[in-house]
């Protein structure tokens, strides 16, 4: 049994066991092989939250699949630009491809769409995203995650790759905020 973990000022309890989870990876696998058949998928694994997910199910996926890791930054434009979003780590070319984009989690969506928006212009055959957690509560997208490991409450949630102030990714489970 996990015990509750305590990060800079706050307390987090067990929420979702390393169990549940790969379980439910190995069920997010066989979905996506089963949707693309034999073609190639090329997964974007977007950093940092999303390292351990991608591990285990890269290890999860039959079949030909590629992957490449990516990263939105953001910084102060200009005035009348504002904040400028730039996509980093994407040097090769996706026209014509099956794109999964690989997140930890999808909270209001906006960070997803803006991936999105920015991989379109290279005019990919298709992209969908894959999701270990999906606060739908949250979520102010048009589309839900097509994948998705777990539907969440709109509470902070910690380990597993995903952080609070870059401490925490290194559990293998996932803790919620104690209330
Ligand atoms: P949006 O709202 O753009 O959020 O979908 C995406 C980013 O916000 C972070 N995020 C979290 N990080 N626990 C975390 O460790 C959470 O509960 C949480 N909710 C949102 C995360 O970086 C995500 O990519
Ligand atoms: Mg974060």
Known sequence: MSKEIHLIDKDFVPYISEEKILS???????QIRADYGTNNVLFLSVLNGSFMF???????????????FIKLSSY???STSGKVHELIGLNQN????????LEDIVDT???????????????????????????PEAFKGDTAPKYFGFK??????????????????NFNEIYQLKD
């Open 24 to 30: 439910r990876v190995k069920v997010l696998s066989s």
């Open 94 to 101: 996706i026209q014509g491809r099956h794109i999964v984009i």
């Open 109 to 135: 969506g906006l960070t997803v769409q803006r991936v999105i928006t920015m991989l379109q212009m290279q005019n990919p055959l298709s992209i969908e995203v894959c999701t270990l957690l999906y606060k």
């Open 152 to 169: 969440i409450p709109n509470k902070f949630v910690v380990g597993y790759g995903l952080d609070y102030d870059q401490l925490g990714r």
């Open 76 to 78: 102060e434009g200009t």
């Open 54 to 68: 991608t591990s285990d199910l890269m290890k999860s996926m039959n079949g030909e699949v590629e992957l490449s």
